[in-house]
T-cell receptor
Framework: QKEVEQNSGPLSVPEGAIASLNCTYSDRVSQSFFWYRQYSGKSPELIMS????GDKEDGRFTAQLNKASQYVSLLIRDSQPSDSATYLC?????????????FGAGTRLFVKA | DAGVIQSPRHEVTEMGQEVTLRCKPISGHNSLFWYRQTMMRGLELLIY????????DSGMPEDRFSAKMPNASFSTLKIQPSEPRDSAVYFCASLQQSSYNEQFFGPGTRLTVL
């Protein structure tokens, strides 16, 4: 059973700090990785995709991928109260007949004003 | 683009009734996914379709659940008969099969079975 593991949290950081969210996955051949943000009562929203080892930056968000360690992380710089949400790590899985996405259970982030 | 469209947004029904949830994927996307989310179990994949063909329904909890995709722009998830334990938020998502596989979610249907 392919798995995506995340610390459920909650992770609490003060406003302006860096929030670091981590994720490990079990399938060595995975090639595509995603971070979704889900506000309470809303649907998951794709915020970052990463496909190559290293860092990918988009505004205050940086995704980091290390395929050798099967590890992907999301850094949020200058955290804001509006970043308070659950963050879902997801990994592309090639199943029979087409791709699907395997999601972690999510990490709850609280940013304190 | 309108995004993934789901209806209804909220459904309250009584145990034993039939429930039908509807989804319109993003135009041009050829894969569609149905998920269920609860506090206890998180986000669960129920079934997914590729080019309108069901590929993996191993997540469908029981025979009471069924899903169809008669064409590229419409899918239904049916629960018959419904039970209180089916109460959850049901999400539909779609993507274009490619090397990137970026998946987009609809707003969800909040189902309450009394």
């Amino acid at each position: 059973q392919k798995e995506v593991e995340q610390n459920s949290g909650p992770l609490s950081v003060p406003e302006g700090a860096i929030a670091s969210l981590n994720c490990t996955y079990s399938d060595r051949v995975s090639q595509s990785f995603f971070w979704y943000r889900q506000y309470s009562g809303k649907s998951p929203e794709l915020i970052m995709s990463i496909y190559s080892n290293g860092d990918k930056e988009d505004g205050r968000f940086t995704a980091q991928l290390n395929k050798a360690s099967q590890y992907v992380s999301l850094l949020i710089r200058d955290s804001q109260p509006s970043d308070s949400a659950t963050y879902l790590c997801a990994v592309k899985d090639l199943g029979t007949g087409g791709f699907k996405t395997i999601f972690g259970a999510g990490t709850r982030l609280f940013v304190k004003a | 683009d309108a995004g993934v469209i789901q209806s209804p947004r909220h459904e309250v029904t009584e145990m034993g009734q039939e429930v039908t949830l509807r989804c319109k994927p993003i135009s041009g996307h050829n894969s569609l996914f149905w998920y269920r989310q609860t506090m206890m179990r998180g986000l669960e994949l129920l079934i997914y379709f590729n080019n309108n063909v069901p590929i993996d329904d191993s997540g469908m909890p029981e025979d009471r659940f069924s899903a169809k995709m008669p064409n590229a722009s419409f899918s239904t998830l049916k629960i018959q008969p419904s039970e209180p334990r089916d109460s959850a938020v049901y999400f539909c998502a779609s993507l274009q099969q490619s090397s990137y596989n970026e998946q987009f979610f609809g707003p969800g249907t909040r189902l309450t079975v009394l």
